[in-house]
């Protein structure tokens, strides 16, 4: 064992604040060099390291020294995750008007009907023609929705609850993102969501985006609702396959 991560098991074995402080100390240069390449982005120099460094603190209390792993192998993306999102979310400044939430919602409601009617994904003319509303205002409302989806699930897939929960990935499929990640969450979401039917893709978006019940889906469907159940599982275990291979890769 090196002598770095014998430091760790013994701060491992008997945790102290003067040990953990030694230790983020020692590795303070990897905050350095990690966060030079976001430099001249619109951020100062010093709240970037306050925030790799935050974040080096979170890695030394986490780093388990039994799993084999060198200490910087779980530190650098645990530092550049938190380096990422914060800059995720200070730009993020998009705020639907009122006007736009109001004609949203009608528009997902007429898409939802039509599509348990039609059994396909209904054209913007027929989403009009239903809700009376202009189909360039029916374009507008689905561009809007889309930004706003886009920000959810990225908060859905990286972020933990207010409540200490933890995100999408570590709480369904036992996939520990933070520091042991050798895929990008994107490119996981994105090639899953290519193999789902249309009708899956809709119970992902409304269980594990907005948050609705299995019932209360299945009541929209109309189907039982061991059916969205099964769908639920079967989505769950399409990441798990998805992200061993990228683990595997």
């Given at each position: 064992?090196?002598?770095?991560?014998?430091?760790?098991?013994?701060?491992?074995?008997?945790?102290?604040?003067?040990?953990?402080?030694?230790?983020?100390?020692?590795?303070?240069?990897?905050?350095?060099?990690?966060?030079?390449?976001?430099?001249?982005?619109?951020?100062?120099?010093?709240?970037l390291?306050?925030?790799?460094?935050?974040?080096?603190v979170q890695?030394?209390?986490?780093?388990?020294?039994?799993k084999?792993f060198?200490f910087?192998?779980?530190?650098?993306?645990?530092?550049?995750?938190?380096?990422?999102?914060?800059?995720?979310?200070?730009?993020?400044?998009?705020?639907?008007?009122?006007?736009?939430?109001?004609?949203?919602?009608?528009?997902?409601?007429?898409?939802?009907?039509?599509?348990?009617?039609?059994?396909?994904?209904?054209?913007?003319?027929?989403?009009?023609?239903?809700?009376?509303?202009?189909?360039?205002q029916v374009?507008e409302?689905?561009?809007?929705?889309?930004?706003?989806?886009?920000?959810?699930?990225?908060?859905?897939?990286?972020?933990?609850?207010?409540?200490?929960?933890?995100?999408?990935?570590?709480?369904?499929?036992g996939?520990?993102?933070?520091?042991?990640?050798?895929?990008?969450?994107?490119?996981?979401?994105?090639k899953?969501?290519?193999t789902?039917?249309?009708?899956?893709?809709?119970?992902?978006?409304?269980?594990?985006?907005?948050?609705?019940?299995?019932?209360?889906?299945?009541?929209?469907?109309?189907?039982?609702?061991?059916?969205?159940?099964?769908?639920?599982?079967?989505?769950?275990?399409r990441?798990?396959?998805?992200?061993?291979?990228?683990?595997?890769a």
């Open positions: 064992m090196s002598e770095d991560l014998e430091k760790f098991r013994k701060y491992k074995e008997h945790p102290t604040i003067e040990s953990r402080n030694e230790l983020v100390e020692s590795h303070l240069y990897m905050v350095d060099i990690l966060i030079r390449k976001y430099l001249g982005k619109g951020v100062e120099y010093d709240d390291y306050q925030v790799g460094a935050l974040a080096l890695a030394v209390e986490r780093f388990d020294p039994s084999g060198e910087s192998s779980f530190a650098t993306p645990t530092i550049l995750g938190e380096i990422k999102k914060y800059f995720r979310d200070k730009q993020w400044s998009l705020k639907v008007p009122r006007r736009l939430k109001e004609i949203s919602s009608k528009v997902q409601q007429a898409r939802d009907e039509l599509y348990l009617e039609f059994h396909r994904k209904p054209t913007m003319e027929e989403i009009a023609e239903r809700t009376g509303i202009p189909e360039e374009i409302a689905f561009e809007g929705s889309r930004a706003y989806g886009t920000y959810s699930l990225d908060k859905t897939f990286e972020d933990a609850g207010e409540d200490g929960d933890s995100s999408f990935l570590e709480k369904y499929t996939f520990d993102e933070a520091g042991y990640d050798r895929v990008e969450i994107n490119e996981i979401i994105d899953v969501m290519e789902l039917s249309e009708k899956d893709r809709y119970i992902f978006r409304e269980r594990f985006i907005y948050n609705r019940s299995q019932s209360d889906i299945a009541k929209t469907l109309g189907v039982s609702q061991m059916t969205i159940s099964r769908a639920e599982r079967s989505i769950i275990q990441f798990r396959d998805e992200m061993k291979r990228g683990m595997e």
